[in-house]
């Protein structure tokens, strides 16, 4: 196994088995609740859940966030969340690209479009990695990899801190994200991995040329406790629990971002676990909300146990909009039934 394929496996693992999520932080949907409407004047059985982004026509508002690849374990489970994709109309992202870029022998485990013939795939690479060398023609080759209809940038600082293996590099990456919105003749978006993004950096990111934001707010796994789990450094890990409780919670980072910029599609992710969170997501301004960890049991589980997850996150769905009157996507994101509870 290759370091970068014994990393990929060992990251799996880790948040499959470990506690590796936030402590002391939350997504905030917990502050939001939906207003019922007892008499939603629809039918249940006509709710639609069609929408589009970027222009694509989608059965589902729902994404399955970028987690892996680069291993054969990780393929496996790319396999089977493209398949169980396809089959329900999800988007789907793959993990970070790099790994097939710079590893020829690891691109098969991020090749999903033959498994997902139809729905938009992201594919993904490090946005720091402009700062080592990548360019237009590296990302373009992580694009042809996965067959993907775009690419999303990770920002991930302080993962990379905590890595043994990190690149910190950060200065002036700005203005490489907007030379490669220039270059690419695919939408390029940025994302965060966890810890959130806000309304200030949105407008700067929109005026590079983004095309998308995916929050990835805080509440959900935290990378700084994956990596405080893989390190060896004494010094490291008992730095990286200061952070455990770092960043901004994803509900925040939504409201925000949407409030901040316009002509931008927006992604909430970031520790969703249902329907009901998924709704949320849409109603405070995003246009596609994004699961991760919340699947990747499953993922590695069964085919079945993967569909019943995300069809429950669809029923979930569905009846939160049924229990505030919303027909369609847009009513849902229209909807003034989302009110802040007090404290």
């Not at 409407?37 to 989608?58: C, K, M, R, V, Y």
């Not at 496996?76 to 710079?102: D, K, P």
């Not at 200030?200 to 995916?214: C, H, M, N, P, Y």
């Amino acid at each position: 196994m290759s370091d970068t394929s014994g990393r990929k496996t060992e990251h799996i693992r880790l948040c499959l088995e470990e506690q590796v999520s936030g402590a002391g932080i939350t997504t905030g949907f917990e502050k939001y609740r939906f207003r019922h409407n007892a008499l939603p004047e629809l039918d249940f059985d006509e709710i639609s859940l069609q929408t589009e982004f970027l222009g694509a026509g989608l059965r589902t508002p729902l994404l399955i966030s970028s987690m892996t690849g680069g291993s054969e374990l990780a393929w496996r489970i790319n396999e089977r969340l493209a398949e169980a994709a396809e089959r329900r109309g999800w988007t789907m992202g793959v993990g970070s690209v790099r790994a097939a870029v710079e590893k020829e022998e690891l691109a098969r485990t991020f090749q999903v479009r033959r498994h997902a013939p139809s729905i938009p795939i992201i594919a993904n690479l490090g946005a720091v990695q402009l700062n080592y060398g990548y360019g237009a023609d590296e990302c373009k080759r992580a694009v042809t990899i996965a067959g993907a209809d775009m690419l999303v940038l990770h920002l991930n600082g302080l993962q990379e801190v905590f890595q043994p293996e990190g690149d910190t590099r950060f200065g002036g990456l700005l203005s490489s994200i907007g030379k490669l919105c220039r270059q690419l003749d695919v939408p390029v978006g940025v994302k965060e991995v966890g810890w959130g993004i806000d309304g200030q950096t949105a407008r700067r990111l929109r005026e590079s040329g983004v095309a998308f934001i995916d929050v990835a707010g805080a509440g959900g796994t935290s990378w700084s406790q994956v990596e405080k789990l893989r390190s060896a450094d004494p010094v490291r890990r008992a730095a990286a629990d200061a952070f455990a409780g770092w960043g901004i919670p994803t509900a925040e980072c939504i409201r925000e971002v949407r409030a901040a910029v316009r002509g931008v599609a927006v992604i909430g992710s970031g520790g969703l676990n249902t329907g009901v969170d998924a709704a949320k997501a849409l109603a405070l301004g995003a246009d596609l909300a994004g699961f991760g960890r919340a699947l990747l049991g499953p993922a590695v589980q069964s085919e079945e146990q993967l569909d019943a997850l995300l069809a429950r996150v669809e029923l979930e769905l569905r009846t939160a909009m049924f229990g505030i009157g919303a027909g369609n996507v847009s009513a849902l994101r229209d909807t003034p039934r989302l009110v802040r509870i007090e404290s």
